[in-house]
């Protein structure tokens, strides 16, 4: 008696089936992934910024300095710069500590400044920042308290609004699911 040897492995129809199923469940799967990818840029763009306010507060409190967010260019979607104001001149300068910087946000997300998201915009001065006194208040230049808010929007239609109060109270919110998402909040 000789022995009967089996052979191992697929045949040529299980491997095409098993590909075939393989390349169904990816496209099924491939728009929740990429709706996945868009919410999770979103959302880290949002966590960026609020850290970024949170770092410029507990900066401003430590050194009992005014600190600033500015973005890049004037324009939040280019990033920012977060930096303590040691010579007092209201801008950065070269004697000025730099706490942390953000580059230009992901090309899916979007900075929305309409009526309900001001952008932290200074009317007074027409300039865009955050500025925070040595107490842990934000303040305008001009002495005023600053409110304000930044909506972020991915282009999957997703919203995140970012809202700073005067007394430093900073908050991420969905204006589509939550009704207390807006400026009359602050």
């Known amino acids: 008696m000789t022995p009967v040897k089996t052979s191992r492995g697929f045949t040529l129809i299980e491997l095409l089936v098993t590909f075939g199923l393989l390349a169904v469940m990816l496209v099924i799967a491939a728009p929740s992934f990429i709706a996945f990818q868009r919410n999770a840029e979103l959302t880290s763009t949002a966590n960026s910024f609020v850290g970024a306010l949170s770092a ?3 900066e401003a409190m ?7 967010v500015l973005p890049v260019d004037d324009d939040w979607a280019k990033g920012w710069v977060v930096f303590v104001d040691v010579d007092g001149d209201l801008a ?5 500590v730099q706490v942390s ?10 900075v929305n400044v309409s009526a309900a998201a001001n952008g932290f915009n200074d009317t007074g001065t027409s300039k865009k920042y955050v500025m925070y006194n040595g ?7 001009g002495g005023g308290f600053q ?4 909506e972020l929007v991915s ?3 997703s919203t995140r609004r970012v809202i700073a109060e005067p007394a430093g109270r900073i908050r991420v ?7 207390a998402c807006n400026d009359a909040s602050l």
């Open 135 to 141: 107490s842990g208040f934000m303040r305008l230049t």
């Open 173 to 179: 919110c969905n204006p589509v699911a939550d009704t």
């Open 155 to 157: 282009v999957n239609g």
């Open 101 to 110: 910087s953000q580059g230009e946000i992901p090309s899916t997300v979007t």
């Open 92 to 96: 950065q300068g070269a004697g000025d």
């Open 62 to 68: 430590k050194r009992q300095l005014s600190t600033f």
């Open 147 to 150: 409110a304000g808010t930044l």
């Open 56 to 58: 410029a507060r507990a």
